[in-house]
């Protein structure tokens, strides 16, 4: 079983990618990566996933999307359960600009045969695709008060706090079940789980491009969480009529 985390570029700019493998009983790190375009992207996963080979596609943007104006019911749901630690999301509708992008990524994984799986089998074999949010993921996996806010803000402050998500990963993911192995993710993660951080980003575009994949890989384990657990330890908003997006729980 493989686990594709996709942070997608809602409108304008790169896309991070993760992969992930399920074997003996842990996961392994296999790439992360950033492609501009979606026919790029499907490439890249085309590439990482053969036509018939059982895996999860978790994708940070709203791939469901049947409202024209306001908030889906799931965007609304971050808000009430996550906003006291300013985990909430941006609104998703029709009218948004990304709209036709994110809903026909998803439109695109289901032609490939990744069904929408708001509900699953823990430990079944097959091919699926979820929205997931990294941010209230972080609070729950890492018991946060808040969240880590290395999107916005002056450089220097981004640096620091990318650095504590970098740290976060290092020391905890491994520690949780399913067990991330990171020894084998050289360039952007330590390896063999050694404590020291990647090296800090001296630009925006070098902060960005790290920023991508670390959530591209937030988003691969997410996806292998809610396979490994289903609904025991993972909490799923809203449905799969209106947009829903699974967030795990420990």
Known sequence: MKFIGIDLGWSSGASGLCCLNWENNQLQFIECDRQQSLNDILTWIDRQIGSTEPAIIAVDAPTIITNLTGMREADKLTHKHFGRYHAGCYPANLSRPFAQK????????????????????????????????????????????????????????????????????????????????????????????GSKIPEIPTSVATLKALEDQLDALLCAYIGAHWWYWGIERNLVLGDRATGYIVIPQL
């Open 102 to 193: 994110t809903v026909e990524f998803g439109l695109c994984l289901e032609a490939r045969g990744f069904v929408h799986a708001p509900t699953i089998e823990a430990k079944k074999l097959g091919r699926y695709q979820i929205e997931v949010f990294p941010h209230p993921a972080t609070i729950n996996l890492f018991q946060l008060d808040r969240i880590i806010k290395y999107k916005k803000g002056k450089l220097a402050e981004r640096q620091l706090e990318l650095m504590k998500l970098c740290q976060y990963i290092i020391d905890i993911l491994p520690s949780l079940e399913p067990y991330l192995n990171l020894s084998c993710s050289t360039g952007i993660l330590p390896v063999s789980g």
